[in-house]
């Protein structure tokens, strides 16, 4: 059979790797290993980029049903991703500061990072540049569920927070809460600064 | 985060819109879980009505109806909201023109207490003063000068004269007056005057022609260029030089020395 490239329901192109059975077992040899880890890497986070995907759960393995489908399973050559390989693929990637286990202290889902916080500080900042929300006071709402999708459109408030946290030590942000009880996405806010830049 | 100097204190002012920000976001949210309930008593009124159970979708529907009431209130609300946070925030806006047309006013203050009337007036008096000085000078000085010089410049002027009796450079009407009359006086040639004159000699000049005035006078035409005859009077008319016959004097080139 001849190994093709494949363009999912989706419109996502999927690397004729993906059609090698081999490529969705766990390699004993360590150095296949890694260099398939690797392949995979680069094929999650091209997807989740292209689907705006941000969390890889340990579940999407386990059944089927889910986002990550077209990834994880090939039906042509009835092969899936096992749950112990996608488990060692994640570990990898978090090693590699491409995604953050999501919530913290388990090891079953990750936030995934195909812009890494430095980046997504850039693309908000410069998407409140352009909808001219500097100086004025967001709710993170109003970040996440823009009235007129944005690139930040869905990004999940973990994520939102670390982002505003980089940009507020370069000084372009300043986290302003209501000061009552608690704080949490509730009780907060967000100003941004012209900046250096 | 206070360390960095650039960002501004958070006032009270700015916690009230953040919570009235809040707020509307959270009638957004009870908006969208509204429009979820509308659509799923939808679902169950169609489901019971494809199961036959007409009452049961008529309780649906009625739920739903209440819903959508409930929709629209929260509507009006959200204008409500929205239109304070708008208001406020157009206040600051106002606020802000207004501290900058204060600051404006100071500064314009601060400049006119340096610059009265008064000081300026005393100023442009103490110029024209000044200035009035300055030309009564010019005027002293120079009388002086042309009472001084006077003479000099009289001396001067009788040299010039002097020199002009002797010598003066052709000018266009001279030579088109002078050609024609020398053309005609010295005509031999059986055309045109332009041909007449004969070649003479080849001196350091780069054609030299003899000729003789029509009082009589002779003398050699000296050309700067070697050019037909006809042209020269119309191009090379101010670097004609004529001088008297058997002076062939090299450097004269631009001064006539006898023409009568």
């Not at chain 1, 909808?131 to 408030?157: G, K, Q, R």
């Amino acid at each position: 059979m001849s190994f093709t490239t494949h363009t999912t329901r989706s419109g996502f192109l999927l690397p004729s790797i993906h059609s090698v059975p081999p490529f969705f077992t766990e390699q004993p040899n360590p150095t296949t290993q890694s260099q398939n880890i690797s392949q995979w890497t680069r094929l999650i986070l091209a997807y989740a980029r292209h689907r705006r995907l941000f969390v890889l759960r340990l579940e999407d393995a386990e059944t089927s049903g889910g986002d990550w489908d077209e990834v994880l399973r090939n039906e042509r050559i009835n092969r899936r991703v096992l749950p112990s390989h996608l488990s060692a693929i994640m570990e990898s990637m978090i090693t590699n500061g491409q995604a953050v286990y999501e919530p913290p202290k388990q090891t079953r889902a990750v936030l995934l990072y195909w812009r890494l916080p430095e980046e997504w500080a850039e693309v908000l900042h410069s998407w409140a540049t352009d909808t001219a929300n500097l100086n004025t006071i967001l709710t993170f709402y109003e970040i996440t569920d823009p009235p007129v999708p944005s690139p930040l459109s869905d990004i999940p408030i973990t994520l939102l927070r670390r982002v505003i946290a980089v940009l507020a030590k370069t000084g372009r942000a300043q986290v302003i809460s209501t000061g009552r009880t608690g704080s949490g996405e509730e009780n907060e806010g967000v100003r941004f600064f012209s900046g250096g830049k | 985060m206070g360390a960095i100097q650039s960002t501004p204190k958070v006032t009270a002012q700015d916690r009230a819109i953040l919570d009235l920000k809040l707020q509307r976001d959270k009638l957004k949210q009870y908006q969208k879980k509204i429009q979820v309930i509308l659509d799923r008593e939808h679902e169950i009124a169609k489901s019971h009505l494809a199961s036959g159970q007409k009452d049961r979708a008529v309780i649906a529907l009625r739920r739903r109806k209440y819903q959508q009431g409930l929709l629209g209130k929260t509507d009006a609300q959200l204008e409500n909201l929205e239109q304070l946070v708008s208001t406020i925030e157009f206040s600051l806006v106002e606020v802000s023109v207004l501290h900058g047309l204060k600051q404006g006013n100071e500064v314009l203050k601060e400049i006119h207490r340096e610059m009265n009337v008064e000081s300026v007036e005393k100023l442009l008096e103490e110029t024209q003063e000044a200035r009035e000085y300055q030309r009564e000078i010019g005027e002293l000085l120079s009388n002086q000068l042309s009472l001084d010089e006077e003479d000099a410049v009289q001396a001067e002027l009788k040299e010039l004269q002097s020199q002009a009796v002797c010598s003066f450079r052709f000018t266009k009407e001279c030579i088109t007056k002078f050609i024609p009359r020398l053309l005609r006086s010295r005509a031999k040639g059986p055309k045109s005057g332009s041909t007449c004159l004969q070649y003479q000699s080849h001196s350091r000049f780069l054609h030299c022609r003899k000729a003789k005035s029509d009082t009589g006078s002779r003398g050699v035409l000296l050309f700067p260029h070697k050019c037909p005859y006809h042209s020269y009077v119309s191009i090379e008319l101010e670097r004609l030089i004529v001088i008297p016959y058997g002076h062939v004097a090299l450097n004269v080139c631009t001064s006539v020395l006898f023409l009568k």
